[in-house]
């Protein structure tokens, strides 16, 4: 029995389809419980209790908040484009889980190692922005196509920000696979990226922000102006489907800043004399650290959703274009500097 | 498998281009050449060109077009005004469509491109890596060229800013520099007020008793 399962296991196919299910069923889990850890979390910060009346202390509100929205009808507007209104969400959730596929989740626990992987999840987030766009335009309403123009041109520019910061990281790891970029940060809590490319650290996660559309830059939804921008003419799974992209997206963020920036799923205590711990079993490589690592920016996320009002429009502009790329640029040349002088243990010539 | 892969794709390609000319509405015909793209890339892919397969995803699909889109919602085109001259035109049209035709054909038809003046590519080894040989090729082969594409393209960003950074003395517009340089103490005059007892209550508290 266990021979014909492995046998079946082996033919290449289901091989992939395991291995997809194995990251996009976790995924999925994960989502579901952000969005209640989300409520929760807020609800605490602004001194409520946040959701606690489904199941016990609230644990089942995700499950019965997908369920409504289930079955909730699907509305088209009048006047709307329906082929193009269902495939605006379906074509943000493709790209918002295929950039998931070049995730590396230990040094061998990757689907796709792909040469070009760090390009490959740049170009999925920026198709992503056609999701917003389809269906800003195939509503017909002008809240959503006010949206729509907003979102376009904050993706496009922050994506410049964000491709500069991660050029900071190639130039670092002098390769755009992941694993590379995080076997380059081995040795200890010191060699992590986070150390010489902290502005761009710094401003690939605001830039991360800044693209999920999520607060303080959210005016891609602005519910004080626009209602609830590109999907306010959306209900029912249509709508479940964008907003899981988006908190995908948002652990995306979360997971490539820790593998890019944090060492991954390389342990703190990596080469530390103190008490022996490097040579513990907390010095060994593993997906836990990965985990908690994320974990860290995915409260970040909320918490700045708990505490900062939203950007006026212009001074979003204003951020992304005269703020951020002349900060990543300065930078790039200033790790240039740091590539010549070899400064340990970063830039070691190998 | 891979020649199934390449013909779908082909045929997406070519159909997708189609629809660009053919399609009535500008917004959908955008829509078709992100498709137009896509479908290219996905042909590059095939060639082991991952690296350029993907700028062109990023550049064109992911930048390029969504600005186009971005103009192209924003107008308000109106088809009957673009068909009134159809028929008037459409000799000299033709003609000036043949030759470009012709000319496009000179340059990249079956003469210079075909298959017979082609070798088939050979398998590159699982450890080729495409980013590496492009780059090796543009910073010591072709150094001059990539150097005069940026120069040209500077020219370009410092063209496009100049032609928007006009003086407008006329127009209201918010000085960023100043609200951000701007202190609690400019907008915010704390008063003091000396406390005082609450008279009424006390009174009301006497009248009670």
Do not use: C
Request: glycine share 6%; proline share 4%.
């Amino acid at each position: 029995m266990v021979d014909l399962i492995l046998s079946i296991y082996e033919i290449p196919i289901i091989n992939i389809l395991v291995k997809i299910i194995a990251i996009l069923v976790p995924l999925l889990l994960t989502v579901a419980y952000f969005t209640y850890f989300e409520r929760k979390i807020i609800g605490y910060m602004q001194v409520r209790i946040g959701p606690n009346r489904v199941g016990p202390r609230g644990w089942l509100q995700p499950i019965a908040d997908a369920m409504k929205l289930m079955f909730k009808e699907i509305i088209f507007p009048s006047g709307a484009n329906k082929i193009l209104f269902t495939i605006a969400p379906t074509l943000t959730i493709a790209t918002a889980l295929a950039a998931w596929a070049v995730i590396p989740f230990g040094a061998e626990m990757v689907l796709a190692d792909l040469n070009v992987a760090l390009l490959y999840i740049l170009a999925m987030t920026s198709v992503g922005v056609y999701g917003v766009i389809l269906a800003g335009w195939s509503s017909n309403s002008k809240y959503a196509i006010m949206s729509t123009l907003r979102t376009a041109a904050q993706v496009v520019s922050y994506e410049i920000a964000m491709g500069f910061a991660l050029v900071g990281v190639v130039m670092a790891a002098r390769s755009l696979n992941i694993g590379d970029i995080v076997a380059g940060q081995s040795g200890s809590i010191w060699g992590w990226y986070m150390w010489p490319l902290l502005p761009l650290f710094v401003i690939y996660f605001i830039s991360g922000v800044a693209e999920t559309n999520r607060a303080p830059f959210d005016v891609a939804e602005g519910e004080s102006e626009i209602v609830a921008g590109f999907h306010v003419e959306y209900s029912g799974i249509l709508f479940a489907i964008f907003f899981l992209a988006e908190y995908a997206n948002m652990i995306l963020i979360s997971i490539m800043a820790a593998l890019l920036f944090m060492g991954g799923w390389l342990s703190p205590f990596q080469g530390v004399e103190f008490l022996g711990l490097g040579s513990s079993f907390l010095a060994g490589s593993s997906i836990v650290w990965l985990l908690s690592k994320t974990a860290i920016f995915m409260f970040l996320f909320l918490w700045f959703r708990a505490t900062f009002p939203r950007y006026r429009y212009d001074q979003i502009m204003r951020l992304g274009w005269k703020v951020f790329i002349p900060i990543t640029i300065v930078w790039i040349y200033v790790i240039g500097i740091m590539y010549y002088a070899e400064l340990a243990p970063w830039f070691i010539k190998g | 498998m891979e020649t199934i892969v390449f013909y779908v794709f082909s045929a997406f390609m070519i159909l997708s281009a189609l629809m660009v000319i053919t399609v009535h509405n500008p917004v959908r015909a955008a829509f078709f050449l992100v498709l137009t793209f896509f479908s290219s890339a996905a042909v590059w892919l095939l060639l082991e060109a991952e690296f350029l397969a993907i700028i062109l995803i990023i550049v064109y699909v992911g930048a390029v077009m969504v600005l186009f889109l971005f103009v192209v919602m924003m107008l308000d085109v109106n088809l009957a005004e673009l068909k009134k001259g159809f028929v008037k035109n459409l000799p000299l049209a033709v003609i000036v469509a043949l030759a470009m035709f012709a000319m496009i054909f000179m340059v990249v038809g079956g003469e210079q491109f075909g298959v017979q003046n082609f070798a088939v590519p050979e398998r590159h080894a699982a450890d080729y890596s495409n980013v590496s040989a492009l780059g090796q090729l543009l910073y010591t082969e072709y150094v001059y060229s990539f150097e005069i594409a940026a120069v040209i393209l500077l020219v370009g960003i410092v063209a496009a800013i100049s032609l928007t950074l006009r003086r407008r003395p006329n127009t209201r517009h918010q000085k960023v520099e100043d609200q951000v340089a701007v202190k609690g103490a400019d907008r915010l005059r704390v008063v003091k007020v000396e406390s005082q007892p609450r008279k009424h209550t006390i009174d009301n508290a006497e009248v009670k008793k």
